[in-house]
């Protein structure tokens, strides 16, 4: 049975660099996730995200918390989402993630009722796949930025 207090392994495919990679881009996407959800409610309060994104924002913020060290629940996740997401819909995204074998759900000893999410191999590949890019991109953006803010 797994320890209620120590974060979930990385394995050991995804290589360094893709964990920092991983780490700065899954920070920017939580934060983008964020900023999106508050323009979409202000725009549009009646207009629901599509589950595959929050899925997709489950497993990123998951990553996220291994990352760093940290064992995520359920729990964690509601209060991560607070203002994004409710937790109807983010149970419903946890579910949708572990029916397409992205997380699993692990108990935790003493306590039925508390969960420990925790990336599969799979939903690892899936965040790593495009990590290392993703950043080059991001990272590629900003230097045209910077060039264009040196031309003014």
Known sequence: MPDPETPAPIPAHIPGSARAAMEAMLDLHLSAVGR?????????????????????WCC??????TLRGRRVTHKDLVALAAGRLSPATLSRAVQDAVLLGLLRQEQLPGNRRVKRLVLTDAGWRLLAAGAEDAFAAALATLRRAEARMETC
């Open 60 to 65: 990123a913020a998951v990553g996220l918390g």
């Open 36 to 56: 999106f959800a508050a323009a979409i409610r202000a725009a549009d309060p009646s207009r629901r995200a599509k589950r595959p994104d929050e899925a997709c």
